[in-house]
């Protein structure tokens, strides 16, 4: 259980296109979800909280009109980048959190997205 | 505010066992997890612990003490498979469902 998958593994794309990543809780209805991103040996720096039916919270320092994000539902979260450029090339990774699986101090990943701008 | 601290990289030989640290500062806390990160993948959860004490899941333990702001995650028996990023985090103490991660501990095995 608790299965968070991410669309796509791996974008490639040109400076100044925008890139939609999906994350999707497979097995359970996930209340907030969470958007990180990672550069190479780094930790994961946590870029905002996605609530259903609410905007999302950035965190300081985190562009809203760059990185958009959209939770439609309890099982469904995106976040687009737009008008991306090469420094915003890193791995994006989604998380869910749910009261239904016992606590909310877990978090279950999912598998992360690599993108590249040229 | 909350911060964790452990170390940046650790080496073991293969067949050993290794202890990574992880101590808090924290102005509220309620338990100390541990996830495994192996490169190009994303954290998978290890183990939480809420309370002082150790608590075993296989190869892996985890210890938590409260007073002493530390904890750690033991690897026993180690595998190569285990070179991994280890992060020890925590709930944020505004209990926001946010968690704060430490910065990682880059596990080397050695054959």
């Known amino acids: 259980g608790a299965v968070v998958s991410q669309h796509p593994s791996w974008v490639i794309c040109k400076s100044g296109t925008s890139v939609k990543i999906e994350c999707r809780s497979l097995?359970?209805?996930?209340?907030?979800m969470f958007w990180y991103r990672q550069f190479p040996k780094q930790s994961l720096m946590l870029m905002a909280t996605?609530?259903?039916?609410?905007?999302?919270?950035?965190e300081q320092g985190v562009e809203k009109d760059k990185f958009l994000i959209n939770h439609a539902s309890l099982t469904l979260s995106t976040l687009t980048v737009t008008s991306a450029h090469p420094e915003d090339s890193s791995f994006y990774i989604c998380?869910?959190?749910?009261?239904?699986?016992?606590?909310?101090?877990?978090?279950?990943f999912g598998p992360g997205t690599r993108l590249t701008v040229l | 505010g909350q911060s964790l601290e452990q170390p940046s990289e650790v080496t073991a030989v293969e067949g050993a066992i290794v202890q990574i640290n992880c101590t808090y500062q924290?102005?509220?806390?309620?338990?100390l997890s541990w996830y495994q990160q192996h490169d190009g993948g994303a954290p998978t959860f290890l183990s939480y612990?809420?309370?002082?004490g150790l608590e075993e899941t296989g190869r892996f333990s985890s210890f938590l003490s409260r007073s002493d702001s530390y904890g750690y995650l033991l690897l026993q028996e180690l595998q190569m498979k285990d070179s991994a990023s280890y992060f020890c985090?925590?709930?944020?103490?505004?209990?926001?469902?946010?968690?704060?991660f430490g910065k990682g501990t880059r596990l080397h095995i050695l054959p």
């Open positions: 985090a925590a709930p944020n103490p505004n209990r926001d469902d946010k968690i704060i």
């Open positions: 998380s869910a959190s749910s009261p239904g699986l016992g606590s909310t101090d877990t978090q279950y």
């Open positions: 097995d359970f209805q996930a209340t907030t």
């Open positions: 924290t102005s509220g806390f309620y338990g």
């Open positions: 612990n809420a309370l002082d």
């Open positions: 996605s609530n259903e039916g609410s905007k999302a919270t950035y």
